[in-house]
């Protein structure tokens, strides 16, 4: 049976890492930042403009700031951030070093905000930290939270959603054939899922902060591809004119939101797949196209743990493959706590939206 809070389930890795500058690092490129070369290489061709942090203070993504949890990064030396990642310890959130770094670079600065931790405890090899949070942020986590609890509701809903999920994983004419045979067990429970998440889509999407012509069509890409990438970009915002700095690209496969079954996409949005976004617009996308693929992406999911188990043992049949997934409470937990939270995350960026806008007419 599910659980709406699974205490030890946060899965987040973590490692150690050695305090010397000079030791060998192994730099993971990730899709927000710059691009290393395949030959691991970097540009020095060009003057480094100065880092503006000292190093040892803490940064992290503007875009970010509103999640629970947001990863943070610690400045080592001028061109590199190490990666903490958070971890749970009775009942409070905290964060310690991996072994994971990434590139700053002149082009990407804008993209950080610098933020205040407490040591906890400090080794050689290990440092944990609490994040600080303003009085804002401290409220909106408490309002995630809250939302969290109540959405708690949808549990047995959610549960059959995932069978649902790993049915279609398991035999790719599933979803057809309940609506075919008007199968009201599996589509009730799908339906009251997909109706929540289409309202909490609907609160991050443009028309909340009013916008344009613009927003729109970039929204209306968002809902088609649901592959998104984030990097460096420079120009104007494709949805609000103001400076950009960062460019996104769509990729992937159009699907039938229903069934799942691949599309051909809108002949007006066949070749929409890269735009230039500011840093709040770049944040608002990104959740947004989390939660209009949810399905997409829970099905992701469970067709990876479906294709596990049958490397595992192919000769295993689908009804022991369904029960066994259905058995992994860590995991159906987890993924129930993950769209709680991107439901949640929605709720507070239209509740801050609104409160933005209030201000604005005062």
Same mark, same amino acid.
Request: aromatic share 10%.
């Given at each position: 049976m599910l659980v709406g809070a699974h205490s030890g389930a946060l899965g987040y890795g973590y490692g150690s890492t050695e305090n010397d500058a000079n030791s060998n690092r192994k730099l993971h490129n990730i899709k927000t930042h710059q691009q290393i070369p395949n030959t691991g290489q970097i540009d020095n061709s060009r003057p480094i403009e100065e880092m503006?942090?000292?190093? #040892?203070?803490?940064?992290?993504?503007k875009n970010e700031l509103a999640e629970m949890w947001p990863t943070i990064w610690r400045v080592d030396g001028k061109t590199l *951030?190490?990666?903490?990642?958070?971890?749970e310890d009775n009942g409070k959130v905290l964060y310690r070093n991996i072994s994971t770094y990434t590139v700053w670079n002149p082009?990407?600065?804008? *993209?950080?905000?610098?933020v205040?931790?407490?040591?906890?405890?400090?080794?050689? *090899?290990?440092?944990?930290?609490?994040l600080v949070r303003s009085e804002l942020q401290g409220d909106d986590c408490h309002f995630i939270e809250k939302r969290m609890l109540e959405t708690q509701m949808y549990q047995e809903n959610f549960e059959v959603y995932i069978q649902t999920l790993i049915s279609h994983a398991l035999d790719p004419n599933f979803?057809?054939?309940?609506?075919?045979e008007q199968d009201e067990y599996f589509l009730s429970n799908v339906k009251t899922v997909d109706e929540v998440t289409e309202t909490m889509r609907t609160r991050v999407s443009s028309g909340v902060c009013g916008g344009g012509n613009g927003s729109r069509s970039l929204d209306a890409a968002v809902a088609t591809w649901p592959g998104?990438?984030?990097?460096? #970009?420079? #120009?104007?915002?494709?949805?609000?004119?103001?400076?950009?700095?960062?460019? *996104?690209?769509l990729y992937g496969q159009p699907y039938n939101p229903a069934t799942l079954e691949p599309v051909q996409p809108d002949a007006r949005l066949a070749?929409?797949?890269?735009?230039?976004?500011?840093?709040?617009c770049c944040g608002r996308v990104q959740l947004y196209t989390k939660i209009s693929h949810q399905k997409y992406l829970m099905y992701t999911e469970c067709s990876k743990r479906v294709a596990e188990k049958r490397m595992q043992n192919p000769s295993k049949d689908t009804t022991a493959i369904l029960n066994e997934l259905l058995a992994d409470e860590p995991w159906l937990s987890q993924l129930f706590r993950d769209v709680r939270h991107s439901w949640a995350e929605a709720e507070s960026w239209e509740r801050k939206m609104r409160h933005a806008m209030s201000r604005q007419m005062i």
């Open positions: 503006p942090y000292q190093s #040892g203070e803490f940064v992290a993504l *951030l190490q990666k903490y990642e958070p971890f082009e990407n600065k804008k *993209l950080y905000t610098q205040q931790v407490k040591i906890r405890s400090q080794t050689h *090899l290990e440092t944990i930290v609490e979803l057809t054939e309940i609506f075919q998104l990438s984030v990097a460096a #970009g420079n #120009g104007v915002c494709r949805a609000c004119v103001r400076p950009a700095v960062a460019r *996104l690209l070749y929409e797949k890269e735009f230039l976004v500011c840093a709040a």
